[in-house]
């Protein structure tokens, strides 16, 4: 009997230790980022916008009735790609400053390979179901969508209306004669110079991983010298140009035209035969977000056809939930829907931005610098 005893402690003891390491193994975190299957709770959440109208737009259209609905708090924090990117990059993971930002395609691939980004669990975002899948396929890896996209806005030409002889129709017609003196590009170091370049490219028959293309891309570059006055910098400066009638043609963004016009400017807008560029700004939910829960209700939230309405209402963009009920307004001027999405060039940043900085330097040498 007394060997039957001694037998039984160990064993016991195992029992109890294996136990205790199912417990804890429930707590080790999930490909979600989950807990045992289940979010933890906490009561805020950290979304980072851009600034100016888009985040009086984003707060109007969704964010503030969201902490209303939910009693979650909603911390805003305005910036830019490239200041999100190096915070989210030194924290590789782990307890990020943001839980959610709305990023440029460029930044979501560049997080993606470094592993900064959440893979999205789609019984966490019922709505990304209805976003159009000519979008959505470039945010998926491995059957994984690591972002949403929201706003869908397109790289085409503006030109004011009384001004231009012959209206713009495509990206060859930056070069007509009758703009001599009229035309704003602006250079690849600002996101819409680059777009335009990326849809120069296409526009010719190629693309930007072959140094043949991008040569015969300069090539034609050099010969618009002529019609150039201005090489903007910044969405201001193309409005300021625009404006003034020093510009009467530059590639730009259809919701900001749109937003001119209907502040009374005398613009239009052409969405160009031979391609417009996408520039779509999407969310996505960063790795080791301290408060996942509420990100994910805030990201679906993002997703609904109301709250992506509401904000096309303001900001004149279309967007990517195929069930939102544009205003009649928007319908007259906005391309939207995935016949004309799955047309869209999108510019290849794996190509690009290894060669951007060089990219750069040609452009220069062949505009000759800024005016």
Known sequence: MRKKR???IPFTVLMSLAIVASACGGNKQAADGSRGGALP??????????????????RAAALDNFAKETGIKVDVVTGTDAEWFNKIKASNGKNPSYDILILQPDTIQRAMSANLLQPL???????????YPSVQQRFTKDGAAYAAGFSMGQLGIAYREDLVPVKPTKWADLWRPEYKGHVAISSPTYSAGLQFFSGLIH???GQEKNDADVNKAFDKLAQLKDNVVAYPDSSGSIQTLLERGDAWVVPFWDGRVFAMKQAGMKVGFAYPEDGPVAAVASWAIMKGSPNLANAYKLLDY??????????SDKSLYGMTNKKVQYSDELKKQVQVGEDFYKKLTWVDYDAVTPKLADWTNRWTQVLGGKK
């Open 6 to 8: 001694k037998l039984l």
């Open 41 to 58: 709770k906490t009561d805020h959440v950290v979304i980072g916008v851009s600034g100016g109208d888009w985040e009086k737009n984003i």
């Open 121 to 131: 669990d789609t019984k966490n975002v019922p709505n990304l179901a209805d976003l």
């Open 203 to 205: 526009s010719l028959g």
């Open 302 to 311: 993002l997703c609904s056809p109301e709250v992506q309405k509401a904000f």
